[in-house]
């Protein structure tokens, strides 16, 4: 149901929608840890953030490379 709405026209598209939905993803996880970490400075919430940015940083090295691999393709 809600991964039908992420399908694009083609192949590329839908890369680059599930590329933006981790890039969101990862900083509701990079928010979370930064907030949790307030409570602790320990353990998981420092984790979470650092998982949450990774995500946000590998997807959005990932759009870049689906952009240019768009870019690239039309030609």
């Keep these: 149901m809600f ?3 992420l399908k ?3 192949k590329i598209e839908t890369i680059e929608n599930y590329c ?3 890039i969101f ?3 509701i996880m990079l928010s979370l840890g930064i907030g949790f970490t307030v409570i602790s400075t320990k ?3 420092v984790i979470l953030a650092m ?3 990774v995500v946000s940083f590998l997807s959005t090295v990932a ?3 689906t952009w ?3 870019d690239f393709s039309e030609k």
């Design 3 to 5: 991964f039908s709405k």
């Design 8 to 10: 694009g026209k083609d």
């Design 20 to 22: 933006i939905l981790f």
């Design 25 to 27: 993803l990862g900083g």
């Design 43 to 45: 353990g998981i919430p």
């Design 51 to 53: 998982l949450g940015a």
């Design 63 to 65: 759009l870049v490379f």
């Design 68 to 70: 240019v691999a768009k």
